[in-house]
């Protein structure tokens, strides 16, 4: 079997490191992590001892990443957006000038174009990037990660028993559990497919009321349900005019009623072996934890 030398930029982020987690355990991957200089936290650590290859690099200094890549087949960023931005362009020249042969950008979102501009200033950006870089691209898209569904920023409040739906609740959303998508990526990358291709995952779909029932299975009590009606006229806003956390829940409620969070297509028949955590599986184990805290 031949073995992908992977280089991931971001790799000890939230995501990031769950993405690395799956390179490692899959087996068919050599996995380098690029480290700020002087730099250090836990998953760090972690990463190092699971056997991932820690490279320290300063991403100012284009010389640093050219000889942080070389020997790199493919460069995964799981940086944040705003990160990202400013240093993907950078990174893929360094990329294209080490012998790099793919990239895979920090997208991790829908790829709905409303949202695109609503989360960078210049969507279109990346994609320049890419193509002037002429290296192979591999895209990867998704909806709301799992971990969102119990957190104020979309209405949730579980402490007092409130949820806060903006719209009728009974549109469906795409959702993404990190772990399955790290192993959907970790697993679509050595299929042909994948190359110069734009993929979409997911774990599951709920509606909010539908997702309303599953948090007072698993909080064992009733949940007090606000409905607010969407203004006819509202349009999506970037995230630093956001000026409270009704803002956030308002917009949620827009994107789900409107399908923007939604990826425009589901790839997960590439690879039907990565195993698919249902959201009654993850808010068990996420709520349990919780409660046992």
Same mark, same amino acid.
């Given at each position: 079997m031949t073995v992908?030398?992977?280089?991931?930029?971001?790799?000890?982020?939230?995501?990031? &490191?769950?993405?690395v987690r799956a390179l490692l355990a899959d087996g068919g991957y050599q996995?380098?992590?690029?480290?700020?200089?002087?730099?250090?936290?836990?998953?760090?650590?972690?990463?190092?001892?699971?056997?991932?290859?820690i490279v320290a690099v300063d991403y100012n200094h284009y010389d640093d990443l050219v000889q942080a890549l070389q020997g790199a087949d493919v460069l995964i960023s799981t940086? %944040?957006? =705003?990160a990202a931005i400013e240093l993907l362009p950078t990174l893929f020249r360094a990329a294209k000038a080490a012998g790099v042969r793919r990239?895979? !950008?920090?997208? =991790?979102?829908?790829?709905?174009?409303?949202?695109? =501009?609503?989360?960078? !200033?210049?969507p279109t950006a990346i994609e320049r990037a890419i193509a002037e870089s002429q290296l192979e691209y591999t895209?990867? +898209?998704?909806?709301?990660? +799992?971990? =969102?569904l119990t957190t104020p920023y979309i209405g949730v409040d579980l402490e007092n028993h409130k949820v806060t739906i903006f719209g009728t609740g009974n549109t469906p959303v795409s959702l993404a559990h990190e772990d399955d998508f790290a192993r959907f990526i970790a697993a679509s990358l050595k299929d042909p497919r994948?190359?110069?291709?734009?993929?979409?995952?997911?774990?599951?779909?709920?509606t909010l009321l539908e997702l309303v029932a599953a948090l007072e299975k698993h909080v064992g009590a009733k949940l007090e349900v606000t409905h607010v009606p969407l203004d006819p006229a509202y349009r999506l806003i970037r995230e630093e005019e956001m000026t409270d956390e009704s803002d956030?829940?308002?917009?949620?409620?827009?994107?789900?009623? &409107?399908?923007? %969070?939604? !990826?425009?297509?589901?790839d997960n028949s590439i690879c039907p072996s990565v195993h698919i955590t249902s959201l009654d599986t993850y808010l068990a184990d996420a709520l349990g934890k919780q409660h046992n805290a």
């Open positions: 992908i030398n992977v280089t991931v930029a971001g790799g000890t982020g939230q995501f990031g &490191h769950k993405v996995v380098n992590v690029l480290s700020r200089t002087g730099s250090d936290n836990e998953n760090l650590g972690n990463l190092r001892k699971q056997g991932a290859n940086l %944040l957006h =705003y990239v895979v !950008p920090s997208d =991790y979102v829908s790829d709905n174009t409303d949202l695109q =501009y609503a989360i960078q !200033p210049d895209r990867y +898209y998704c909806g709301v990660f +799992y971990r =969102y994948s190359k110069n291709a734009k993929l979409g995952f997911q774990s599951s779909s709920v956030a829940i308002k917009q949620f409620g827009f994107e789900v009623e &409107h399908k923007i %969070l939604d !990826p425009s297509r589901i």
